[in-house]
């Protein structure tokens, strides 16, 4: 893997970070708001899930280079 592939993936890799912290953020305070007469955790949660998805992401992302697929296995 060149360095140049290797920085867009960790580009992809902040940017989903971003998105999903930010997406779980938003809904642990609607939720917190609305549902749960403003406790803590629904933040805490909902923040948790979303950096939790994004460091999944990134991970099968980065070892996709090193792992091999099962059509290429048969070949």
Known sequence: MSEKELGKKWDRCLA???IKL???LG???????LFFKRHTWPI???SGTGLGMAYANCQNDLRSFY???SSEKEQ
């Open 44 to 46: 805490s949660f909902g």
């Open 67 to 69: 792992m091999q697929h």
């Open 22 to 24: 930010g997406t779980g």
């Open 16 to 18: 989903d970070g971003a």
């Open 27 to 33: 809904l642990g305070i609607v939720f917190s708001v």
